[in-house]
């Protein structure tokens, strides 16, 4: 009889977590809206000469691509979405350089978002 008290009590404790972990389950499957996961790739030659100018320019191009990101959300509010969360976004820039060519800026961005369809 004294070791079923423990025994009893430790299968509670062991049980808790997975009773939890399948409410948690089943609350994030009965949220409202669907993820919706958008890109936006850019290539565009660089002008700057020089090292700083280039920053400049890439500044510049990152500083419009986060606003365009942002506007991914009423894109979809324009046609299908009752709403529209951003719940990521992720900028990358690369410069291409190859011997006798301009070099060029690669420029992406990922967006994730959750939405409610209307």
Do not use: W
Not at 26 to 31: E, I, Q, T, Y
Not at 37 to 62: Q, T
Not at 63 to 91: H, M, N, P, W
Not at 95 to 102: A, E, H, L, M, T
């Amino acid at each position: 009889m004294r070791l079923a008290a423990p025994l009893l009590s430790l299968a509670l404790v062991l049980c808790a977590p997975v009773a939890h972990a399948q409410d948690d389950t089943m609350s994030a499957a009965a949220s409202p809206g669907i993820m919706f996961s958008s890109s936006i790739s850019l290539n565009m030659p660089l002008a700057g000469a020089d090292p700083a100018a280039r920053r400049v320019e890439e500044d510049g191009h990152r500083r419009d691509l986060y606003a365009r990101s942002v506007g991914e959300c009423q894109v979809l509010l324009d046609s299908i979405a009752k709403s529209c969360v951003i719940t990521s976004i992720s900028i990358s820039t690369q410069i291409n350089s190859n011997p006798g060519q301009p070099d060029y800026l690669y420029l992406s961005a990922n967006i994730a978002m959750q939405v409610a369809l209307k």
